[in-house]
């Protein structure tokens, strides 16, 4: 059973940064495909913040270069670096793994910016 489990979530005031985490237990990271979603309050939709491809291609919504997103395959996990955060970037931030055994979810971590 695959697992994937986030961490690093909190409060962070404007202009601030946060590290998050998403282990996975149960499928390795090569060759999959991972993602970081964020649900903002009030949405019912979970958006895509941030994707990587077999550790090579990547893929960010956000276009002004706030956002890193990286996997250690000795760890086997995925992390997003968010900087200069902003009040707007508030919301459930979700981890996504399509393995060859199939797609998973995490349980969300929150992440809420304010003074």
Do not use: H
Request: net charge neutral; aromatic share 10%.
């Amino acid at each position: 059973q695959v697992q994937l489990v986030e961490s690093g979530g909190g409060l962070v005031q404007p202009g601030g940064s946060l590290n998050l985490s998403c282990v996975v237990s149960g499928a390795f990271l090569r060759n999959s495909f991972m993602a970081w979603y964020r649900q903002a309050p009030g949405e019912q939709r979970r958006e895509l913040v941030a994707s990587i491809t077999s550790g090579r291609s990547i893929y960010y919504v956000d276009r002004k270069g706030r956002l890193t997103i990286s996997e250690d395959n000795a760890k086997n996990a995925v992390y997003l670096q968010m900087n200069e955060v902003e009040v707007e970037d508030t919301a459930v931030y979700y981890c996504y793994g399509n393995f060859p055994s199939g797609a998973s979810w995490g349980q969300g971590t929150q992440v809420t910016v304010s003074s």
